[in-house]
């Protein structure tokens, strides 16, 4: 009978073991409802539940900035108090915790139509050093289009 050596039988061992597998990308959450209850300015709204929801994409004049009340005025025109669906294209969350989610009001999509409306610019995608999402072309094509409203 022949002995192997311990460390050939270790090493066999490795070899035999289960490799890991690459862990998958976390799964995009799958579109949903959801009531707006109040619009915080021209791409960010806050849910009957209290979540804040920034829309992917693109970019409105912030508090105090030139364009603010309009863009603000024109969102809320758009899905207050409404029942919207939310599109999770990349990412779940920002750094402030607020989900990403492009907001449609039956098939249209509310950032596009405030990019149509010169009241955002198309923004905060691969073109600024964030991921990619899958309506940033058309964003861009729109946008580059579109004249910004004026103050």
Do not use: W
Not at 27 to 34: D, H, I, S, Y
Not at 43 to 65: C, K, M
Not at 71 to 93: D, E, H, S
Request: proline fraction near 7%; charged fraction near 25%.
């Amino acid at each position: 009978m022949r002995v192997f050596p311990l460390v050939a039988v270790a090493a066999a061992g490795l070899l035999a073991a289960p490799v890991a597998q690459a862990s998958a990308p976390p799964a995009v959450p799958k579109p949903r409802t959801a009531v707006v209850a109040s619009v915080l300015d021209g791409d960010t709204v806050r849910l009957d539940t209290g979540q804040d929801v920034r829309l992917v994409g693109i970019d409105a004049p912030d508090h105090g900035d030139c364009g603010f009340e309009v863009a603000q005025a024109r969102l809320v025109k758009l899905v207050q108090g409404r029942t919207v669906t939310l599109v999770a294209p990349v990412n779940n969350k920002d750094q402030y915790g607020r989900l990403l989610r492009y907001v449609q009001v039956g098939k249209k999509d509310m950032g596009l139509k405030m990019i149509r409306a010169g009241l955002a610019v198309a923004r905060y995608d691969s073109r600024d050093g964030y991921r990619r999402h899958p309506r940033e072309n058309l964003y861009h094509r729109v946008d580059d289009a579109t004249p910004d409203a004026a103050c």
